[in-house]
């Protein structure tokens, strides 16, 4: 159980063009996902976090605009990348926030998806 | 400011014991996580603690104490595959969830 996929796992992209990463949780029902993005050696940034239903709340720093968050389902976040820019390559992953799924752990624990690698040219 | 610390790398050699340690610093508190990351990949997790001691989970085990704001993460019987990134990260009072930077721990043969 607690189960989350990402698709697409790595893309490349031209710059300027917009690309759409999906977050599903297979088993359990999120109400609140979050997006994080990673660079090489550094740790993980929460970018935002995504509520079912609502907008999505973002981070000091992360442009809301040309980081677009779609919470339209339970089981489904989008994030788009728009306009992107050779800047933006990076290591993009979701997690899902698991509450109430009994033996999968404890109420309030993030889900990783396998995350997205994205290049920009 | 919510502030949490842990060691930049550490290196142990395969099959020994090795104690990750982190120390927190934040706006109330609801419940520590230790999560395993291999390069390149995503995190996975690895443990939950919410009231002080240890938990035990085959050969990884957590500890917290609440009152001196720190945790452990022991692993023990160290296979190659362990060699990874280990954070540690804090819910606050809000349920934000605070990131440390990461423990790159090495694993020599």
């Known amino acids: 159980g607690a189960v989350v996929s990402q698709h697409p796992s790595r893309v490349i992209c031209k710059s300027g063009t917009s690309v759409k990463i999906e977050c599903r949780s297979l088993d359990f029902q999120a109400t609140t996902m979050f997006w994080y993005r990673q660079f090489p050696k550094q740790s993980l940034m929460l970018m935002a976090t995504?509520?079912?239903?609502?907008?999505?709340?973002?981070e000091q720093g992360v442009e809301k605009d040309k980081f677009l968050i779609n919470h339209a389902s339970l089981t489904l976040s989008t994030l788009t990348v728009t306009s992107a820019h050779p800047e933006d390559s990076s290591f993009y992953i979701c997690?899902?926030?698991?509450?109430?799924?009994?033996?999968?752990?404890?109420?309030?624990?993030?889900?990783f998806g396998p995350g997205t690698r994205l290049l920009v040219l | 400011g919510q502030n949490i610390d842990q060691p930049t790398e550490m290196t142990a050699t395969e099959g020994a014991i090795v104690q990750i340690n982190c120390t927190y610093q934040t706006s109330g508190f609801n419940g520590l996580f230790w999560y395993q990351q291999h390069a390149g990949e995503a995190p996975t997790f690895l443990s939950y603690?919410?009231l002080d001691g240890l938990e035990e989970k085959g050969r990884f085990s957590s500890f917290l104490s609440r009152s001196k704001g720190y945790s452990y993460l022991l692993l023990k019987e160290l296979q190659m595959k362990d060699s990874a990134s280990y954070l540690c990260a804090v819910y606050d009072s809000n349920y934000q969830l605070i990131w440390g930077a990461g423990t790159k721990l090495i694993i020599k043969p």
């Open positions: 997690s899902a926030r698991n509450v109430g799924l009994a033996g999968t752990g404890p109420q309030e624990t993030q889900y």
């Open positions: 603690n919410v």
């Open positions: 995504s509520n079912e239903g609502s907008k999505a709340t973002y």
